[in-house]
Nanobody, 120 residues
Framework: QVQLQESGPGLVKPSQTLSLTCTVTTGSISPNRYAWSWIRQPPGKGLEWMGV???????YYSPSLKSRISISRDTLKNHISLQLTSVTPEDTAVYYCAAWDSSYSTYSYWGQGTQVTVSS
């Protein structure tokens, strides 16, 4: 079973870069079965898919975030990283990492989420 844990600063100033890490604490992020996504939920709104990194390190991003987002992974540390540049208060949200299971075509595992507030 895969367990995911997000970590990073809870407060980021406007115009700075938001950096979060998702640590896979059980199992390995190497298997081709999973792709790794970042998903966020702004206050009072629904879930917003941000992007994904596949087993071959190919990435796909939301068109609305494509100019500001980068997702990478470190298989030795079992980390999935998110960077979002030039943040504004509209980027305030709970950020989740999730594992897309290609065997079932669903997100099988989610982290608990981490609150990020963008404010000066």
């Amino acid at each position: 079973q895969v367990q995911l844990q997000e970590s990073g600063p809870g407060l980021v100033k406007p115009s700075q870069t938001l950096s979060l890490t998702c640590t896979v604490t059980t199992g390995s992020i190497s298997p081709n079965r999973y792709a790794w996504s970042w998903i966020r939920q702004p206050p009072g709104k629904g879930l917003e898919w941000m992007g994904v990194i596949a087993y071959d390190d190919s990435t796909y991003y939301s068109p609305s975030l494509k100019s500001r987002i980068s997702i990478s992974r470190d298989t030795l540390k079992n980390h999935i990283s998110l960077q979002l540049t030039s943040v504004t208060p509209e980027d305030t949200a709970v950020y989740y990492c999730a594992a897309w299971d290609s065997s079932y075509s669903t997100y099988s595992y989610w982290g608990q989420g981490t609150q990020v507030t963008v404010s000066s």
